[in-house]
């Protein structure tokens, strides 16, 4: 079946400083939201990126 208006988001740690989301993502107070995916076939695929820089004090970090 078909998913209808998916709606993708991802909140940033307050330490990360948001550089750039592909796909057309936005960041407004601290996550960034991609636009709605309107008609979602089973078996479609997609991935979005962010690209933040991390402060210099601090430590690696990795999330699915």
Same mark, same amino acid.
């Given at each position: $079946? /078909?998913?209808?208006?998916?709606? =993708? &988001?991802? $909140? +940033? @740690? =307050?330490? +990360?400083? &948001?550089?750039?989301?592909? $796909?057309?993502?936005? +960041? $407004?107070? !601290?996550?960034?939201?991609?636009?709605?995916? /309107? !008609? *979602?076939?089973?078996? *479609?695929?997609?991935?979005?990126?962010? =690209?933040?820089?991390? @402060? =210099?004090?601090?430590?690696?970090? /990795?999330? @699915?």
């Amino acid at each position: $079946s /078909t998913a209808s208006n998916v709606v =993708t &988001f991802d $909140s +940033l @740690p =307050t330490n +990360l400083t &948001f550089v750039a989301a592909s $796909s057309g993502g936005v +960041l $407004s107070n !601290n996550v960034v939201r991609w636009p709605t995916v /309107t !008609n *979602f076939a089973k078996g *479609f695929v997609t991935n979005y990126t962010i =690209t933040v820089t991390t @402060p =210099t004090n601090g430590r690696a970090m /990795t999330r @699915p």
